[in-house]
């Protein structure tokens, strides 16, 4: 049983057969799509390139029973309790992802989670539009990016003193900022939101932002509180181990929802990226099945901006210091390393130099040491520093 139809949910579908399980899968989801891709959504489906980004996979020829426009209530001793009764699974597989989180006020707020949010707020780009974005974090600049190529007027507004600030950290947050001033997008940093008003947004200092359309874009909690009392532990996400395999026997975790114990990191990771949503089901699979399987990514993911590709590979916490390769005032290209003490590449940003992420994350993999001078001289290969 797999319950959340999302990319998670059918990578584990498609995982669980690829190890030979033959036996019955039910994948449960909530919303009444099917399975669809959810980055583009932010991307083409708001720029109206596509109207959908169904996921590339037969499930028919995987002998799937579908249930969409169901939701998983419960869970107790091998029963799945769900709005349309209940169902016994042997094994169980929770990637159920992750809600937008909103904000106080009477005001409609947009989110962009679903592919009907991203059609609802496509609606509403239009022409001299004001729109005003909360937070300019990857989600928020990509709408804003959508929303001013469509000829809206925006603003982002961002309680943080910089852009991807949580992400990436204020200093190298910061190189950012200009991106908006040349889309045409006003942005307001260390200005938190008190409400969403129907005309506008109500700033913590008072001041007044007047909006015709206000999309909220501050992050997400996992979904999971349809867990509450069912053993399956849950702190941040359902709490599994390497194998990902949660509290409950047999009932495993992947996905936006899933928080897992890294061995390379030494600490709980809950990473809500498109490539953890591909890479863990596999891992998952093969821990329902018995099998020996420890999931270990070096995660990474990608935010395409202003027109700009920016790649992120690794994990920054506990590097000492930040290395420049390029200039991010006067080059288009750059990018931006993080080191250890010892020298050894802990995480990689970079803004269209595609190469040196790929090589980046492989370096960070494998734990290598790099020469900081070489490192930045960006004509030198990362995989030769
Ligand atoms: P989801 O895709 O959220 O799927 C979970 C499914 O479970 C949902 O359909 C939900 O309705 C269902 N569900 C929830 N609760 C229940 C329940 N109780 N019962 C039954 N079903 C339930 N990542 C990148 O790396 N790069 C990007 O550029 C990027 N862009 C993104 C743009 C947008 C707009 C969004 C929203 C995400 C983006 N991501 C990106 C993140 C990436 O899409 C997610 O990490 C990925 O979709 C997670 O997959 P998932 O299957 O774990 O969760």
Redesign the pocket.
């Known amino acids: 049983m797999v319950?959340?139809?999302?990319?998670?949910?059918v990578r584990s579908v498609e995982a669980l057969r690829a190890r030979g399980f033959a036996g019955l899968i039910t994948l449960?989801?909530?919303?009444r799509h099917r399975p669809y891709?959810?980055?583009p959504?932010?991307k083409a489906v708001l720029a109206g390139e596509t109207d959908s980004t169904a996921v590339d996979s037969d499930l028919d020829a995987l002998d799937v029973t579908v249930r969409l426009g169901?939701?998983?209530?419960g869970l107790r001793d091998g029963v799945l309790e769900t709005t349309e009764g209940e169902i016994e699974y042997d094994g169980l597989v929770i990637?159920?992802?992750?809600t937008p989180i909103r904000l106080r006020g009477e005001g409609r707020q947009y989110v962009?989670?679903?592919i009907d949010d991203?059609r609802a707020l496509r609606e509403r780009l239009t022409p001299g539009t004001r729109v005003a974005v909360i937070g300019a974090g990857?989600?928020g600049a990509?709408v804003a990016t959508a929303a001013a190529r469509a000829g809206c007027a925006v603003t982002v507004i961002e309680a943080a003193e910089a852009p991807l600030a949580g992400a990436l950290g204020p200093e190298v947050g910061a190189y950012t900022i200009p991106w908006y001033a040349e889309a045409g997008v006003e942005l307001r940093l260390g200005a938190p939101v008190g409400s969403v008003d129907p005309d506008g947004i109500t700033l913590m200092s008072g001041t007044r932002v007047r909006a015709d359309v206000v999309v909220t874009g501050i992050g997400v909690r996992p979904?999971v509180d349809?867990l509450k009392g069912s053993g399956v532990a849950v702190d941040n996400g359902v709490l599994v181990d390497e194998h990902l395999r949660s509290t409950l026997p047999n009932v495993v975790a992947?996905?936006?929802?899933a928080n897992w114990w890294s061995r390379r990191y030494g600490r709980r990771m809950r990473v809500?990226?498109?490539?953890?949503?591909i890479s863990a089901p596999d891992t998952a699979a093969a821990t329902l099945l018995g099998e020996d399987a420890v999931y270990d990514p070096v995660p990474y993911?990608?935010?395409?901006q202003f027109g700009r590709m920016v790649q992120f590979a690794g994990d920054r916490i506990g590097a000492e210091r930040t290395l420049l390769r390029g200039d991010p005032r006067t080059d288009a290209k750059w990018a931006v390393c993080w080191l250890t003490a010892e020298d050894r590449l802990a995480a990689i940003l970079t803004v269209d130099r595609p190469r040196d992420v790929v090589q980046g994350r492989r370096i960070a993999e494998r734990g290598q040491r790099l020469d900081p001078r070489r490192l930045t001289d960006p004509s030198v290969p990362l995989r030769d520093c």
């Open positions: 319950v959340g139809g999302g990319l998670a949910g449960i989801g909530e919303e891709d959810r980055p959504l932010s169901t939701a998983a209530k990637a159920t992802g992750a962009l989670r679903t991203a990857w989600i990509e979904a349809w992947v996905g936006d929802c809500e990226h498109w490539d953890t949503a993911f990608w935010s395409e």
